[in-house]
């Protein structure tokens, strides 16, 4: 017989890590630092703080047989955790901020967790969990993770003095891990980190002391992200009681205008006749059968788009300065599509270009991808920006060749990223989502085309010049010696000539 | 200032059903018939039962604006789940049977309730669950699950006699879908199922009412996986710590041989020794400290290789059958490696290769990918094996193009597979893994490019003899008239030529 036994969402995530990014501990250390500057990038950018963050990662001596030990501590100056929720905000699983439709890096509320949760399992070690929000203390926690349990444990508790209204978080923790073969990856996260947060100050400071700096431009940050209500084409019929089990509202009509989107007077009362329903009744005496049918209603019927107002994108002046700072290349350009949807939930897709100078020619276009603002570094080859620039654009038709150096950067920016994993690794191929890709990849690659053009034309005119410039001189002389005159002064031809060129 | 919440277990899966493969209908309906023929299968193979399923999916006519509706009807004859069990073993998430060290095609104990949550939250439908476990009733049970709080809503409970002491599951429930999309795909998957299930019967009645019928060979079924104790190379802290709390053993040794395969009594002295701890210590004496030490110890210490008797690989012989039986191929070899070993799992690799016959050619080599005796469809190029396949193995050795109709099958069983999604799509390449893989494919690679030898000899052979066939009576003739002679009979001169190369 089958034993039946239930197990805590911590030891789910527990028993497979994998999932979530932690396979193995090369893999493991790179998820765990992600994990952590995505969480402190959030903490500033969602209340318009310039993000500075601080992390290090210090090699604990090797106890012999074990693998390496790696001691990390994040510090950053973002809003800071309130006290009562530290304990389960850094020590239970599926406990967090993050569970609203709001564009946030992390989604899942899992990742930082998973990083002390691994921390435990491989050192025993406990978290230190110091934050404040500028208020008159600071607080300081001892964790521990009760994995079956899925239960913070408190092991110290300390409050201390904040003279400087410190405001901020910091998280140390101690983890196995294999950085030096994580390394390459690593660098390679903060860099793109870098490209697509570009107002960020970071500063790392690697296991043998190496510091490396990535400084943030001087420029104001994008309007920060804001929580919304939902779009009617985005609720299911479980979103809908839930909605109806919470509500105030005592008619049909008043229900849909506070509870949805581009829902006013006119378009609620046309919605209701198109569907069917009474807008006088009580939404909470609908019966389960009248719930379905008014959720299929919404939808069918033709709302205007979700709102993408409460998206924060990047904007096309950012995300080149961004490429410009970290890749120094000869021409970038971006370009920032109008807000699109899928499902109910708008996004903005932004795409960079970018060619030459810091470019390697990769034997094929470069690509970075990067979803509200995180960098996606693994599984490219089952993204949709993959698909799009590797099978759907014809490279030939904008003059790009496979030896040429040009990158590509997208960015997806939504209320809710499709990804297919719990790592964020890759966005599925949805229909809506591809196609703006698309269209905002073949535009800058026609700016890239146009570029490459006036770049050949001027190219050959300069070597047309070279030859008038080598033979000019010598024709002059030839015929001037043939009809027996003087060599003519050629100069003001070769100006000429030079002129048009340039024109 | 953030808002913290906490949700539960239904609820996070709930809202990110993508990454356990309900991305849209399409996709929902195939990955709602997997998980519940997977279910269903286990629940046979488990207990050495012959599968039988049948599977019907029907449209629900189509109600107006909103998307098709599908009721869906599984029946196996598996072990059956007690009456007690089953509201929460189909309305709880994180509440099975599979949360142990075994060979099973579910891991996640979260593929069977996605589908009725799916189901629920697209037709707010109750689903139904009928099973015995062959005793004196059957129990129908008509549940919903309780999202928010991940708990099951009994709506209906009825017993009914069992006079036929039936014994097995019935789930029926509505769900929305795309199945003219999903076909192509759900019916590969039953394909290939029936391929690495070949002793199983599979009946699936679509939703135009037409019949598949995948019958099962008749052979003995491989000897079922069984559960078995952990690896000292696959535990980790958390792990050892739950077992000291729950031991019974009063000394280090004792607890070592208790629960531990490969342990007995001189290697947990060896070991003991090695990790300098006293063998009579009681395992609840040591401090988190030693703890962490033991567990290190035990991942430096040479313990023999986990015990692989508890896997239940196909074998070649029904992995050759199962090729033969849905392809009937020209040629077919099937392997089974020796077992072998990542992170204290035991695995073995098993590869098949066809050539010709039912296998088309299609511009490469088609890769048939198996784990724990179920199909992997999507995310080829993600997985271990297309690594293997298309990266790492010169096929112009083995004599194969990429026009020429070869398959490779790869099954890899585990009592843990490293899964990269929750979605169970590809496999992790490590290295263990990779180079089993590699091993085995090319293996059956040589014993194809053999065959593939003979046949080119045998072809070039009998064009000779067409040669000869043909010139040989008039060559024959032509001299006898030369030599004023009777025209020889050649036949068997022929006979010889024709034997000399059947040899």
Tied chains: 1, 2.
């Excluded at 921390?119 to 203390?137: D, L, P, R, Y």
């Excluded at 300081?140 to 994995?147: P, S, T, V």
């Excluded at 990223?417 to 966005?427: D, L, M, S």
């Excluded at 034309?457 to 015929?479: G, M, N, T």
Aim: aromatic residues 10%.
């Amino acid at each position: 017989m089958e034993v039946f036994e239930e197990i805590s969402p911590a030891d789910f995530f527990y028993r497979n890590r994998d999932i979530a990014g932690f396979t193995n501990p090369t893999r493991a250390i790179y998820s765990a630092i992600r994990e952590l500057v995505e969480n402190s990038l959030d903490a500033c950018d969602l209340y318009r703080i310039k993000p500075e963050i601080y992390l290090r990662i210090s090699q604990i001596s090797s106890r012999g047989e074990g693998p390496e030990v790696y001691r990390i501590r994040i510090r950053d100056n973002g809003i800071g955790v309130p006290p009562e929720a530290i304990p389960s905000a850094f020590g239970q699983v599926l406990y967090g901020s993050k569970y609203k439709l709001r564009q946030t890096r992390g989604t899942f509320g899992l990742g930082g967790k998973m990083a002390l949760l691994y921390g435990q399992i491989t050192t025993h070690s406990e978290a230190v969990i110091i934050s404040s929000t500028g208020a008159k203390k600071i607080y300081e926690y001892h964790l521990r993770i009760d994995i079956q349990n899925n239960r913070p444990i408190v092991l110290k508790r300390a409050e201390h003095e904040n003279a400087d209204r410190w405001r901020g978080t910091i998280i140390e923790f101690s983890m196995e891990g294999d950085y030096t073969r994580a390394m390459p990856k690593v660098l390679e996260y903060l860099k793109q980190t870098a490209i697509v947060t570009p107002y960020a100050d970071i500063t790392f400071v690697d296991p043998r002391g190496r510091l490396y700096r990535f400084s943030g431009i001087d420029s104001a940050m994008p309007k920060p992200p804001t929580e919304t209500l939902y779009h009617p084409h985005g609720v299911d019929v479980e979103t809908l009681n839930r909605l109806i089990k919470s509500t105030r509202a005592r008619t049909l009509e008043e229900f849909l205008k506070r509870h949805f989107q581009r829902i006013g007077d006119r378009t609620a009362r046309a919605f209701l006749e198109y569907a069917k329903f009474n807008p006088k009744r009580d939404p909470k005496g609908l019966s389960p059968e009248e719930v379905v049918a008014l959720a299929n209603a919404m939808k069918g019927f033709d709302f205007l788009p979700p709102d993408a107002s409460c998206l924060s994108p990047l904007g096309e002046e950012l995300l080149e300065a961004g490429i410009r700072k970290e890749l120094n290349p000869e021409f970038v350009s971006a370009l920032t599509r109008r807000p699109s949807t899928y499902s109910g939930y708008p996004f903005i897709v932004e795409v960079g270009i970018a060619y030459g100078g810091g470019v390697q020619a990769s034997g094929g276009i470069t690509l970075y991808r990067f979803a509200n603002k995180i960098p996606l570094l693994f599984d490219e080859a089952s993204d949709v920006s993959w698909k799009v620039v590797n099978n759907l654009i014809d490279w030939r038709r904008y003059k790009v060749s496979p030896d040429m150096p040009v990158a590509v950067f997208v960015h997806i920016c939504s209320t809710k990223i499709p990804y297919k994993t719990v790592g964020k690794e890759f966005i599925a191929d949805r229909p809506e989502v591809e196609r703006e890709i698309l269209n905002a990849v073949r535009e800058v690659a026609r700016r890239l085309s146009l570029y490459l053009s006036k770049k050949e034309y001027a190219e050959r005119e300069r070597r047309k010049l070279d030859v008038f410039q080598k033979y000019l001189p010598k024709i002059a002389e030839f015929s001037a010696k043939l009809a027996g005159k003087e060599v003519p002064d050629i100069r003001p031809l070769l100006r000429r000539a030079s002129r048009i060129e340039a024109a």
